[in-house]
């Protein structure tokens, strides 16, 4: 029942189904969560729910699902910790939980499981070492990219986990690029306004007062607009990929398409391309260049909102 456009919340009757073996309910527009009182299925094997609007946690007794091989619950709203009782898949061999809202440190548990071919924890919130042994030792970068907290073997694409050394050394970062900036911006707006009332004969123009400060042509989107416009960025809306990322075709609420630009931010020189195509497409007009309708960004994420 996949693509079929259903908007209902999650039918919770499902899982009375006991003879259930396959379920694919993606690329739809369900909402609600999955019921903590969902039964065991001992006969399903593949289950798809990718590309919904799902919320909620991940119900631990999913793990008690022990036919279960494919699970994909990518690209929905799912928060709160992977549960531990997912190493008790003994016969998963597929695993793809990315694009959520995922917290906590990835299970040691998945270590024991032997089939484990392919696992996809990219674009969550985890935390915390990245497990080594079992089936990990097979897995690349791309299992893990967007989790800016994680740590482990440097072949992930992650930093070595060196307990308080690494994680100071970012918080000082962050200070250094954000407080000082602020506190500076601050001391340089007082002087000026101490020297204009010292000095009222001089016809100096502050340039931090609003009547100096040019119209603002470009209208506020959130993440959550664009999250809703592009179906959680699912692949069916996916346009192309470019050297530092991927575009999305989407609809705004009031109902303008747009084309969205999201950078991979573990990319070499992201930060660098979204700065600059940022100041080149808002100074620069003419019929040949997509104009730019916003942008979105914030630690996580970086996008450019295009016509």
Same mark, same amino acid.
């Given at each position: 029942m996949s693509y079929d456009a259903l908007t209902s919340s999650f039918p919770l009757n499902l899982w009375?189904?006991?003879?259930?073996?396959?379920?694919? *309910?993606?690329?739809?527009?369900?909402?609600g969560n999955l019921s903590s009182s969902i039964t065991k299925l001992s006969t399903i094997v593949a289950m798809d729910l990718s590309c919904n609007q799902i919320t909620g946690n991940i119900p631990s007794i999913i793990g008690a699902f022990e036919s279960l091989s494919y699970l994909n619950m990518s690209k929905n709203s799912f928060q709160g910790n992977i549960p531990q009782s997912f190493g008790q898949l003994r016969g998963m061999d597929h695993l793809d939980l990315s694009n959520n809202n995922l917290? =906590? /440190?990835?299970?040691?548990?998945?270590? &024991?499981?032997?089939?484990?071919?392919?696992?996809?924890?990219?674009?969550?919130?985890?935390? =915390?070492?990245?497990p080594s042994t079992g089936p990990f030792a097979n897995f690349t970068a791309k299992s893990f990219l967007g989790n800016?907290? *994680?740590?482990?073997?440097? #072949?992930? =694409?992650?930093?070595?986990? /060196?307990s308080s050394t690494s994680l100071g050394s970012r918080?000082?970062?962050?200070? *250094?690029?954000?407080?000082?900036s602020a506190i500076a911006s601050i001391i340089i707006f007082a002087a000026l306004v101490i020297m204009r009332r010292r000095h009222p004969q001089c016809n100096m123009q502050?340039?931090?007062?609003? #009547?100096?400060?040019? &119209?603002?042509?470009?209208?506020?989107?959130?993440?959550?607009?664009?999250?809703? =416009?592009?179906?959680?960025?699912?692949e069916g809306n996916l346009l192309g990929t470019g050297g530092f990322g991927f575009v999305y075709k989407g609809i705004l609420s009031d109902g303008t398409i747009i084309a969205v630009k999201v950078l991979n931010? @573990?990319?070499?020189?992201?930060?660098?391309?979204?700065?600059?195509?940022?100041?080149?497409?808002?100074? #620069?007009?003419?019929?040949?260049?997509?104009?730019?309708?916003? &942008?979105?960004?914030?630690?996580?994420?970086?996008?450019?909102?295009? @016509?």
């Open positions: 009375s189904l006991q003879n259930l073996i396959f379920l694919d *309910l993606s690329s739809n527009f369900l909402g917290s =906590g /440190t990835i299970p040691k548990s998945l270590e &024991t499981l032997p089939y484990l071919k392919y696992l996809n924890l990219s674009f969550n919130k985890l935390s =915390g070492e990245i800016e907290a *994680l740590c482990g073997n440097p #072949i992930f =694409g992650v930093p070595s986990c /060196t918080v000082k970062q962050v200070l *250094l690029k954000y407080v000082v502050i340039l931090g007062l609003p #009547i100096t400060l040019p &119209t603002m042509d470009h209208r506020m989107i959130s993440y959550q607009e664009l999250s809703r =416009g592009t179906n959680n960025f699912c931010l @573990q990319l070499e020189g992201a930060f660098k391309s979204f700065d600059a195509e940022c100041k080149v497409l808002r100074a #620069i007009r003419h019929r040949n260049l997509v104009k730019v309708i916003s &942008t979105c960004s914030n630690l996580e994420f970086r996008a450019l909102v295009l @016509q």
